[in-house]
């Protein structure tokens, strides 16, 4: 089942003053069905970010559309776009983006806060996701108190306690130990084999080898889209930095 259809998106920058236009994407499409595990890679510049930002509704397209489970999330009244967001996709960014005044849980507990979540349905959801996660010892403490992979688990479970349609992850190993990359990833896999669907932007060639498929932008376009398949994760890295390096020197654009 397709869960996410983006359709011929355009985005097209103008200067301050109109002097000039940036084009940062150019007729992007491509959908990611339920329970995927999609991994997005590009240059510096490439337009994934744009791209990033359009999926969680917090850029718009100059032109083009975007479903969410065939509801177009570009069609949003501006008012309903807030709780569109916190109730369909969870969001998990390099920086990690915790409160360092809340606690681990009410980190992770405040989108529940936000939507008016009965506070019994709260515990009930926090419970079990923070034991999967490995952070039920930290729940009282506070970010500045744990370590960067707690924080970054801590993330991921601010973003799943409201049971997204979506994961949006950002760069999720950017600001991770090599230890606590590979358990992040390890754990992403997990989350996916769930069924979580997840689309992740990323410069990491060890992180994009953990998804089940990875889609490269060159110039604000998809040019090329690798499978996982039956692959190992050493097999998916060549297939991977083979594919980079052929961006890098000018490759031909694959169908």
């Given at each position: 089942m397709l869960l996410l259809e983006v359709?011929?998106?355009?985005?097209?920058?103008?200067?301050r003053f109109g002097g000039s236009q940036v084009q940062a994407l150019t007729n992007v499409s491509f959908g990611v069905e339920k329970g995927e595990y999609v991994a997005i890679m590009g240059e510096s510049g490439s337009g994934k970010t744009t791209l990033l930002n359009i999926l969680a509704t917090l850029d718009r397209p100059t032109a083009g559309e975007v479903l969410?489970?065939?509801?177009?999330?570009?069609?949003?009244?501006?008012?309903?776009?807030?709780?569109?967001?916190?109730?369909?996709?969870?969001?998990?960014?390099?920086?990690?983006?915790?409160l360092d005044t809340f606690s681990i849980q009410d980190n992770i507990l405040l989108p529940l806060v936000l939507a008016n979540t009965p506070y019994y349905e709260m515990e009930n959801r926090l419970r079990p996701l923070a034991r999967q996660l490995g952070i039920e010892p930290i729940l009282a403490k506070y970010p500045y108190e744990v370590s960067g992979g707690e924080k970054q688990r801590t993330a991921i479970a601010r973003a799943l306690i409201t049971r997204p349609q979506l994961v949006l992850a950002d760069e999720p190993t950017g600001a991770l130990d090599s230890r606590a990359t590979d358990s992040l990833l390890r754990l992403f896999r997990e989350i996916n084999d769930q069924g979580q669907t997840i689309l992740m932007v990323t410069h990491s060639t060890k992180a994009a080898c953990f998804a089940k498929r990875v889609l490269f932008i060159k110039d604000g376009e998809i040019f090329h889209q690798l499978y996982k398949g039956s692959l190992s994760e050493e097999e998916m890295y060549q297939k991977i930095s083979d594919t980079l390096t052929m961006i890098a020197t000018g490759g031909v654009r694959r169908g």
């Open positions: 359709k011929n998106v355009k985005k097209v920058y103008t200067t969410l489970n065939g509801t177009s999330i570009l069609g949003l009244p501006h008012r309903e776009i807030a709780a569109f967001r916190r109730d369909n996709l969870g969001f998990v960014f390099q920086d990690f983006n915790l």
